[in-house]
């Protein structure tokens, strides 16, 4: 149970490809392991407390089974007009939540949880990402959706395809946080567990 943090084993606790497109980036060996969680945000909770409460449960679902290794749990809650909103899951959704958003600005909590199992101590961040939308034309928010389909994406724009073309401005610590994992901030949190991304 006290073995260096560098030797055991990476695992990221989601089903999300882009959040694993994301951790590939800096070029660790990992695992990955889909959470069995519910997701519904509680009555009462505040956008913050929602993603980094089930940041920290997918972290420590998957610890359960794998009591040795470093989990990073990662879940993003996107306000708009003082409320949440979800994946638009379909082109109709998609297109009266683009509708509503443009001119507008959303916020978007990216949080992380690095749960070191071995150690029970779990490192937390919420990273806020603040977009401003352009006022597009229904027509060419039409053809954005029947292009890229986002409808598995909370605001449903990917800002890092062709629905970068929707925003007016960015306004984060870190570029990565809106696509769903902040990696600087990840890369600080497995330092400071003993698990340094460029020193392997």
């Known amino acids: 149970m006290n073995a260096p943090a560098a030797n055991r084993p990476l695992i990221l606790a ?7 497109a994301l951790l590939e980036r800096l070029r660790l060996h990992f695992e990955v392991v889909v959470p069995a969680i519910d997701e519904t945000p509680r009555d009462g909770e505040a956008p913050a407390e929602t993603a980094l409460r089930l940041a920290v449960e997918k972290a420590r679902a998957v610890a359960a089974d794998h009591p ?8 993003q809650v996107a306000t708009f007009d003082g409320r949440q909103i979800g994946k638009p899951g379909n082109h109709a959704g998609a297109l009266a939540q683009l509708q509503s958003m443009r ?3 959303v916020e978007f909590h990216s949080a992380l949880c690095v ?9 937390v961040k919420d990273v806020i990402t603040r977009v401003r939308f352009r ?6 928010l039409e053809a954005y959706l029947h292009i890229e389909q986002p409808y598995d994406v909370a605001g449903s724009a990917k800002s890092e395809g062709l629905g970068i073309a929707l925003l007016e401005s960015i306004d984060s610590d870190d570029p990565t946080a809106l696509v769903g994992l902040p990696l600087i901030e990840l890369v600080s949190m497995l330092n400071n567990a003993g698990f340094p991304v460029l020193k392997r």
């Open 135 to 140: 006022d597009v034309p229904d027509a060419e």
């Open 68 to 75: 040795l290794a470093l989990i990073v749990g990662s879940d």
């Open 115 to 123: 749960f070191d199992a071995a150690r029970d101590h779990a490192q």
């Open 103 to 105: 001119g507008r600005e």
């Open 14 to 20: 989601s089903s999300s490809p882009y959040r694993r």
